[in-house]
C-alpha cells in the first residue's frame, strides 16, 4: 500500500496562512491504514491548528471531513459542496489524491498535508517498510519474491555488491542485505540455479524514465 507521514505542523500552518476556511480532508483506504490521514487524523489536525493558530492571534475556520479514496472522483463529489464552501483545502491523502483534487475541483487550491514516502508493507505495529518501486517490470520471480529494486541499497539486478557483512547492508547495520535475503531465499526453494543467472539491464523505460505512465484496458472501457 502506499505510505505516507504528516508534515510538520509549521509547514502546514505555512501553507493555509493566507486562507480563512479550510477543508481538511481525509481518505480512507491506503493513509488511514497507516494512520497518517484519515478520519482520525483529519481530527487530530484540526485541533492542533484550531489551538496553534489561536495562539498565533488568528480565528481560522477548519471543516473536517473523509472520503473513501481521494483518488476516484465519484468519491469526492460527496464532499463537493464542503469545497466550495472552504477558501482551500488541506488534503490528508497521497500525492495521487492531491492531484486528483486538483484536477476535478480546479477552481479550488488543494495543498499536500502529508509526504508520500513509499509502497510498503507493514512488518510489526507501527512500523511500515518499502517493498516496491513500482519499476513497471516486476522481476520477483527470479529473485525468490524479494524485490531487489526497492530493498537493495544500490538496487542491484545482479548481486550482492562487496560491501554487505554479516547479512547486513553497508549503509546500516540494521538493514538486511537484499541479496543475503534472496540468496536464503531461493536456497530453501531449491532455486539457487537462479543465482547463476546474469540478468541483463533493466529497462527503466517501463518506469518514470519513460514518461509519466499510463494503463489503458479497453475491455474495462466504456
Same mark, same amino acid.
Given at each position: 500500500?502506499?505510505?505516507?507521514?504528516?508534515?510538520?505542523?509549521?509547514?502546514?500552518?505555512?501553507?493555509?496562512?493566507?486562507?480563512?476556511?479550510?477543508?481538511? *480532508?481525509? #481518505? @480512507?483506504? !491506503? $493513509?488511514?491504514?497507516?494512520?497518517? /490521514?484519515?478520519?482520525?487524523?483529519?481530527?487530530?489536525?484540526? +485541533?492542533?491548528?484550531?489551538?496553534?493558530?489561536?495562539?498565533?492571534?488568528?480565528?481560522?475556520?477548519?471543516?473536517?471531513?473523509?472520503?473513501?479514496?481521494?483518488?476516484?472522483?465519484?468519491?469526492?463529489?460527496?464532499?463537493?459542496?464542503?469545497?466550495?464552501?472552504?477558501?482551500?483545502?488541506?488534503?490528508?491523502?497521497?500525492?495521487?489524491?492531491?492531484?486528483?483534487?486538483?484536477?476535478?475541483?480546479?477552481?479550488?487550491?488543494?495543498?499536500?498535508?502529508?509526504?508520500?514516502?513509499?509502497?510498503?508493507?507493514?512488518?510489526?505495529?507501527?512500523?511500515?517498510?518499502?517493498?516496491? *518501486?513500482? #519499476? @513497471?517490470? !516486476? $522481476?520477483?520471480?527470479?529473485?525468490? /519474491?524479494?524485490?531487489?529494486?526497492?530493498?537493495?541499497?544500490? +538496487?542491484?539486478?545482479?548481486?550482492?555488491?562487496?560491501?554487505?557483512?554479516?547479512?547486513?547492508?553497508?549503509?546500516?547495520?540494521?538493514?538486511?542485505?537484499?541479496?543475503?535475503?534472496?540468496?536464503?531465499?531461493?536456497?530453501?526453494?531449491?532455486?539457487?540455479?537462479?543465482?547463476?543467472?546474469?540478468?541483463?539491464?533493466?529497462?527503466?523505460?517501463?518506469?518514470?524514465?519513460?514518461?509519466?505512465?499510463?494503463?489503458?484496458?479497453?475491455?474495462?472501457?466504456?
Amino acid at each position: 500500500m502506499i505510505i505516507a507521514e504528516q508534515k510538520p505542523l509549521d509547514e502546514i500552518k505555512s501553507m493555509i496562512a493566507d486562507y480563512q476556511k479550510v477543508l481538511i *480532508l481525509g #481518505c @480512507g483506504t !491506503c $493513509v488511514t491504514i497507516c494512520f497518517a /490521514g484519515g478520519e482520525k487524523e483529519v481530527g487530530i489536525l484540526a +485541533s492542533a491548528l484550531r489551538m496553534a493558530t489561536r495562539l498565533d492571534g488568528q480565528d481560522k475556520e477548519f471543516i473536517e471531513a473523509t472520503v473513501q479514496r481521494q483518488c476516484e472522483y465519484e468519491f469526492n463529489e460527496e464532499v463537493a459542496d464542503l469545497v466550495k464552501e472552504a477558501d482551500v483545502v488541506l488534503s490528508l491523502a497521497c500525492g495521487i489524491g492531491v492531484q486528483t483534487m486538483n484536477e476535478q475541483f480546479p477552481e479550488k487550491l488543494t495543498l499536500p498535508g502529508l509526504n508520500t514516502k513509499f509502497l510498503g508493507q507493514p512488518t510489526e505495529q507501527g512500523v511500515w517498510d518499502e517493498r516496491c *518501486l513500482a #519499476c @513497471g517490470d !516486476c $522481476v520477483l520471480y527470479k529473485t525468490g /519474491g524479494i524485490c531487489p529494486i526497492a530493498r537493495c541499497s544500490k +538496487s542491484l539486478l545482479n548481486g550482492p555488491c562487496g560491501g554487505s557483512q554479516n547479512g547486513k547492508c553497508e549503509i546500516n547495520p540494521e538493514v538486511d542485505c537484499a541479496w543475503q535475503l534472496i540468496y536464503d531465499r531461493l536456497k530453501a526453494l531449491g532455486k539457487l540455479d537462479l543465482m547463476m543467472e546474469v540478468k541483463s539491464p533493466k529497462d527503466w523505460s517501463a518506469s518514470h524514465a519513460g514518461g509519466p505512465g499510463k494503463i489503458v484496458r479497453e475491455d474495462l472501457r466504456l
